[in-house]
């Protein structure tokens, strides 16, 4: 199982995506234009081409959507983040997500229900449910 957020991005250049990614994460070799992050057996997200925002997507979020980016996204990937990887996931989906914002410019929805910006990521504002991706994160018990 995975939670998973969407990365919008402006470029229409599937081939230019796919080039930026293939130097941020591994490919996948038995699928085809999926790749896995970190580098290794333990990987923490796996990431591919999202293409279906007009039929998953309520109107309302397609308009969260094209309000901020501004304008349909050229090309759209998933990040999901395995359930047990726990918080090393989501500590690892934050900076991959913002790394492919400030290449590709775009926007994250974290399918929760925010849409954040290269700015507000970086800035570490706090929206109605906490930072980015705070929604995913799990409390840590002591002891």
């Not at 304008?71 to 983040?81: C, D, R």
């Not at 590709?104 to 109605?128: C, H, M, R």
């Amino acid at each position: 199982m995975a939670e998973s957020i969407i990365v919008h991005l402006r470029t229409q250049d599937r081939q230019l995506v796919t080039n930026v990614v293939d130097h941020m994460a591994s490919p996948i070799e038995y699928e085809k234009q999926t790749w896995r992050y970190p580098y290794r057996e333990d990987y923490t997200l796996t990431i591919y081409f999202y293409d279906d925002m007009l039929t998953e997507y309520e109107p309302e979020n397609i308009a969260s959507v094209t309000e901020a980016l501004p304008g349909m996204p050229g090309v759209s990937l998933a990040i999901e983040m395995r359930r047990s990887s726990g918080n090393k996931g989501v500590n690892d989906a934050s900076p991959f997500a913002l790394r492919l914002i400030s290449i590709l410019p775009g926007v994250v929805d974290d399918n929760y229900s925010a849409i954040w910006t290269l700015q507000e990521i970086a800035s570490f504002a706090i929206k109605s449910d906490g930072g980015f991706l705070d929604c995913y994160r799990t409390i840590q018990s002591g002891g």
